[in-house]
């Protein structure tokens, strides 16, 4: 048998938070949420036994002796329809799921959102900037001239990177910077006014860029290794 809730304001925060990003992973949530570790998890799987949250297993292939296998890294979290109806979103819950197939994107976004508090999710910074849901930005670090983030997963869209290319050379936000996250360097992007960070060390590089923009140049293109 469930165990039963009664939903706080704080598990309200989480359902925004989550509804914000299209999910972020657990212990992100439990970073921004709560005091311990241990109670995060409990008020979670509540929370999710309850039918106000669902969650995502991201994996990350790993190769051991010679093998690959499947690693479990993280579990996003989003809302359902039960959740969103609880907090007044109007949005479709279907649109607040994360993409099964961009799960290493929803981890990493999760993550820097931990590092960069005042970080937007492409929702938030659609409202702000008044962006159309076709452009290609992934998150946003908010100001006067604004970070631009492009996170480039393992499983690329047909017309991903060409997307992407095209937004930053058409300068719609000429006091912005663009920054691509992924884990190889993408020939077509060496354009100007685009920097390449790899994705390994994107959880270094972008909070400090966030606070001080500390770059190299190289060619056409900022390089952060």
């Known amino acids: 048998m469930t165990k039963g809730i009664r939903i706080q304001p704080r598990?309200?925060?989480?359902?925004?938070?989550?509804?914000?990003?299209?999910?972020?992973?657990?212990?992100?949530?439990?970073?921004?949420?709560?005091?311990?570790?241990?109670?995060?998890?409990?008020?979670?799987?509540?929370?999710?036994?309850?039918?106000y949250l669902g969650n995502m297993y991201y994996y990350a292939l790993r190769k051991k002796d010679g093998k690959?296998?499947?690693?479990?890294?993280?579990a996003i979290y989003y809302a359902t329809g039960k959740g969103c109806k609880e907090v007044g979103c109007t949005i479709d819950y279907r649109y607040v799921v994360p993409n099964k197939d961009k799960l290493d994107v929803a981890n990493l976004v999760g993550n820097l959102y931990s590092k960069i508090p005042n970080l937007l999710s492409k929702r938030q910074a659609m409202d702000i900037y008044a962006l159309k849901n076709f452009m290609p930005v992934t998150c946003v670090v908010p100001g006067e001239k604004p970070i631009f983030i492009y996170i480039l997963g393992n499983k690329l869209g047909r017309k991903e990177v060409g997307s992407v290319k095209?937004?930053?050379?058409?300068?719609?936000?000429?006091?912005?910077?663009?920054?691509?996250?992924?884990?190889?360097?993408?020939?077509?992007?060496?354009?100007?006014?685009?920097?390449?960070?790899?994705?390994?060390?994107?959880?270094?590089?972008?909070p400090n860029i966030a606070k001080d923009k500390n770059e190299i140049t190289i060619g056409g293109a900022n390089l952060f290794i």
């Not at 989480?14 to 311990?36: C, E, M, Q, Y």
């Not at 006091?175 to 390449?196: C, M, P, Q, W």
């Open 166 to 206: 095209n937004f930053i050379e058409s300068n719609t936000f000429s006091g912005a910077t663009h920054y691509v996250v992924s884990r190889d360097f993408k020939e077509r992007l060496n354009i100007l006014n685009a920097n390449y960070i790899q994705w390994a060390t994107a959880l270094e590089y972008l």
């Open 11 to 51: 598990d309200r925060e989480v359902i925004n938070d989550v509804i914000k990003f299209n999910g972020l992973p657990a212990s992100v949530i439990i970073s921004k949420h709560f005091r311990t570790e241990t109670y995060g998890y409990e008020r979670l799987k509540l929370l999710e036994n309850n039918g």
């Open 68 to 74: 690959n296998f499947a690693q479990r890294i993280a």
